[in-house]
């Protein structure tokens, strides 16, 4: 479970450098579009499959599975300009959402 957390913990660090380079044009337009618009969003979706398992309520589990497939699926096939591409942002925007919600509550 530690190394589960630890590796998706990366992978969102690595997705979020993505996303930075291609905001901030670090490299050639080609590149920070692959960066910001594809390698972000998969990765990203990776690391929803990897916190899936562990959300506690199985309708959660489900919809992070989707919300993963959705950022994977949408970061490899939906063309760059597609009138589709806000697919890839209902994904992520629904993982996060699905992250905040099962938060545990260490309140006591």
Known sequence: M??????????S???LL??????FNLFSPEINNLLSRRVFYVLIGISFFLQAPSLKNKNFTYAMYAAAAICVLGGLLIPRDSKLEFIKTIG????IILSF???PNYRQ
């Open 2 to 11: 530690r190394n589960q957390q630890s590796t998706q913990g990366i992978l």
């Open 18 to 23: 993505c996303l930075a380079a291609g905001w």
């Open 92 to 95: 992520l925007l629904g993982g």
């Open 13 to 15: 660090i690595v997705a």
């Open 101 to 103: 919600v099962n938060r």
